[in-house]
Nanobody
Framework: QVQVVESGGGLVQAGESLRLSCTAS????????VGWFRQAPGKGREGVSC???????????GYADSVKGRFTISRDNAKSTLYLQMNSLKPEDTGVYYC????????????????WGQGTQVTVSS
């Protein structure tokens, strides 16, 4: 069956960095748009970044305004893995980060999500 597993979360201080990873199995990773969502305490889930790849249009990425210039999304299709490099972290970046595999990107948000990971906690202290 399909499994989507995130890792790399943790507790850091403001200004530090973390790299999240998401490995998928049981699906053809190349066929999916993949992205990161986060959910802060008491708030809804928001799209943080999205990445899609196709042979005719190449690589395309999208970022939420709140993370532009600080976060970088990437994917390694050979390893069926999605990454999120998070630099200059802020307390407002705190939340549970989820990986998602879907159909297309709408800005920073993966749409028509077919599979979700279980989430990894990121906590940024001030």
């Amino acid at each position: 069956q399909v499994q989507v597993v995130e890792s790399g979360g943790g507790l850091v201080q403001a200004g530090e960095s973390l790299r999240l990873s998401c490995t998928a199995s049981g699906l053809n990773f190349d066929d999916y748009t993949v992205g990161w969502f986060r959910q802060a305490p008491g708030k809804g889930r928001e799209g943080v970044s999205c990445i899609t790849w196709s042979t005719w249009s190449g690589l395309s990425t999208g970022y939420a305004d709140s993370v532009k210039g600080r976060f970088t999304i990437s994917r390694d299709n050979a390893k069926s893995t999605l990454y999120l490099q998070m630099n200059s972290l802020k307390p407002e970046d705190t939340g549970v980060y989820y990986c998602a595999a879907g159909g297309y990107c709408s800005g920073s948000t993966a749409q028509s999500v077919a599979y979700w990971g279980q989430g990894t906690q990121v906590t940024v202290s001030s």
